[in-house]
């Protein structure tokens, strides 16, 4: 996948609230096809990265260049039309609307401000549905969804946004196991079918090594390191921005991490496990 | 999994299968129903409440007297006071409930997609307190006594207004409207009026304006008579109830959250500037025209919704005719109840309302457990 245009690109982020520095400097690119993990500690400002991409918060200094424009000042129909934002615990819960009704309105950007739905977005919606494999669930009401179902339609909505560029903050939040590998292999299969170029911020590094190609390592709103998962995740690189001992496995070609806390050093790591 | 051989982010040139698989044709059709249903039902309840009171008059006579005074060529059967009665009186009545139970009902629903919180009404934002306020300076003090009949309905809407434009320049101060701010800056200014009408009855002295007020407050459609305030209610009501249905994607996107609004390209905190500035209005020509009615904004929403679903090109003109129903219904009531004797309306809206509110909240415990 190399030789793809950069769909995204930041330089020299800056954001600070009150008095602390929650990004600093922090630049990236994604290109099509390609999926950037952000990982990091809590507080590390992952969060608040993926808000300055979004356009939901502005930089005190550098700049989000998406589809060769910069996000800073453009609408935010027009942003909405190139970038879709699977944000982390959306209002979802409560709202009696449908799944079908909720990645409908992932055409909002697309549709004048009275216009209503025609057959070509329906047309979108449903294949959309399709694509994540939550047709059978459209007429069933979001807040009835199971976690996993509820990401999938999250997912679709982004898909009816029509957009090139995918921002998911911890999609795997409150999933079970197969849930967040379902989830992530179908943000995989996005941008290797389609591509899509995506930004997943993921609190699991071993699920980031396996879904993303390439990693950004934020440690207090500094990136600690940025490249590939297999030259990031190292032990000289992630014990001390997460300040726990790391054992790095590698199982059918991906990193693979089993930490160790800092006061239970005294026995070595299993080596037969390798 | 099951998935499509896709080539661009989504294939367009699909053609809709006709089968509904997504189930919208199924949801519109279901609101389809409930409006038709509900307008055969709004009819008849007018009719009722037309009908209804401490002197009885029949149906037909009702039909009668509509007929005839439509200019067509009926035989007069009644008695010139009972048309007096019929048409001067409970025609403009019934028809001022209809207007402000819509208006109440579909102000509650925008409040609360503009707050998010299904348990905001529109008196959340300390409208009807700047109105009440209104109305006891022009009952205890004769402000805008030159204004003749139309004084307490004229004070009350500037009251109302006051009230609304300290709420906007409160919530605003801090920079953005946030749902949050907007609710905040709704209780500190209910708060702050509510203590300056308990002020105003208090230096007056007057235990009868203080009866007038109390009165005023709890609501009444008493007011109502043929004439321009009525042509006011109705207008903005129904202005009202066109423009949300107009921006009812737009609420629906604003019910999820502002950072979903701002990721589906709607800016939530313009729409909400421009969605308080339409229930303002709204709001305080109703309150002005009828005093605070309560419950009727918070529940039918609710109502609304239970029956036709989240979207608010169908929840909103569905909760205006319910909520038009359920105003008649509450006059009919607090006219005959204790006849000749009239209850306040608001009285009987929180009667009813109270218990419903108490399963709503239960309800809304058993999901959140």
Not at chain 1, 138 to 161: D, H, I, M
Not at chain 2, 6 to 32: C, E, I, K, N, Q
Not at chain 2, 260 to 277: D, H, K, M, N, P
């Amino acid at each position: 996948m190399t030789g793809a245009e950069a769909r995204l690109s930041a330089e020299g982020l800056r954001l600070t609230y009150g008095t602390r520095r929650v990004v600093d400097d922090v630049s990236f690119t994604v290109r099509a096809g390609r999926v950037l993990g952000v990982v990091g500690p809590n507080g590390s400002g992952k969060t608040s990265v993926l808000r300055l991409v979004a356009g939901d918060a502005v930089p005190e200094a550098g700049s989000v260049v998406l589809d060769g424009r910069p996000v800073e000042g453009t609408s935010p129909r027009a942003l909405a039309r190139s970038l879709a934002v699977v944000a982390q615990d959306e209002g979802v819960a409560e709202t009696p609307l449908s799944a079908a009704e909720m990645v409908m309105l992932g055409r909002n950007p697309h549709l004048g401000p009275f216009q209503r739905p025609g057959p070509g977005d329906i047309a979108i919606v449903e294949e959309a549905l399709r694509r994540v494999g939550a047709l059978d669930l459209a007429r069933r009401e979001v807040a009835t969804l199971s976690g996993g179902e509820r990401q999938r339609v999250l997912v679709a909505r982004a898909l009816a946004q029509g957009a090139g560029t995918l921002l998911l903050d911890e999609p795997t939040n409150h999933l079970d196991v197969r849930y967040q590998h379902e989830v992530l292999g179908l943000v995989r299969s996005l941008g290797s079918r389609d591509g899509t170029a995506t930004v997943v911020v993921l609190h699991d590094l071993n699920l980031a090594a396996r879904y993303c190609d390439d990693l950004l390592v934020l440690d207090e709103g500094r990136v600690a390191a940025y490249g590939v998962p297999d030259a990031v995740l190292v032990p000289e690189v992630i014990e001390p921005v997460y300040a726990i001992g790391v054992h790095r496995l590698d199982v059918d070609g991906v990193p693979h991490l089993a930490f160790h806390p800092a006061h239970e050093t005294h026995g070595e790591p299993h080596e037969h496990l390798a | 999994m099951t998935t499509t051989q896709g080539t661009g982010p989504v294939d367009v040139s699909a053609v809709a299968p006709p089968a509904d698989v997504l189930g919208l044709d199924a949801r519109r059709r279901r609101a389809f129903a409930w409006l038709l249903g509900l307008s055969a039902v709004l009819v008849a309840s007018m009719v009722v409440g037309v009908a209804a009171g401490s002197v009885g008059v029949a149906p037909s006579v009702v039909a009668g007297i509509l007929a005839d005074r439509s200019g067509l060529p009926v035989t007069v059967t009644w008695a010139p006071s009972v048309d007096a009665i019929v048409w001067q009186v409970r025609f403009p009545r019934v028809l001022l409930g209809v207007a402000v139970g819509a208006g109440l009902a579909v102000c509650g629903v925008a409040l609360q997609a503009m707050v998010r919180n299904v348990l905001a009404d529109p008196y959340l934002l300390g409208i009807n307190s700047g109105a009440s306020s209104g109305a006891a300076a022009a009952i205890l003090f004769g402000f805008a006594a030159g204004l003749g009949q139309h004084a307490l309905s004229a004070s009350a809407f500037l009251g109302a207004m006051a009230a609304s434009l300290l709420v906007y320049g409160v919530a605003r101060s801090g920079g953005r409207v946030t749902a949050v701010r907007l609710l905040l800056a709704g209780v500190v200014v209910g708060y702050a009026l509510y203590a300056a009408t308990s002020f105003l009855i208090f230096a007056s002295g007057s235990a009868e304006g203080a009866r007038s007020v109390l009165f005023w407050l709890l609501g009444s459609l008493g007011l109502a008579r043929w004439g321009s305030p009525l042509l006011v209610v109705g207008a903005v009501v129904a202005l009202t109830v066109l423009v949300l249905v107009l921006l009812a994607r737009q609420l629906d996107v604003l019910m999820i959250g502002d950072g979903t609004a701002r990721a589906l390209g709607s800016s939530a905190e313009a729409l909400r500037t421009r969605l308080l500035v339409l229930v303002s209005l709204c709001i305080g020509v109703v309150v002005a025209a009828a005093g605070s009615i309560g419950f009727v904004g918070l529940v039918v929403p609710h109502l609304a919704r239970r029956a036709v679903g989240a979207r608010h090109v169908h929840v909103v003109p569905v909760a205006a005719l319910m909520g038009a129903i359920l105003l008649i219904w509450a006059d009919v009531v607090a006219r005959t109840l204790l006849a000749p004797q009239e209850i306040p309306i608001g009285i009987i809206t929180s009667l009813v309302g109270a218990p419903f509110l108490l399963v709503l909240v239960r309800r809304l415990h058993a999901t959140a457990g």
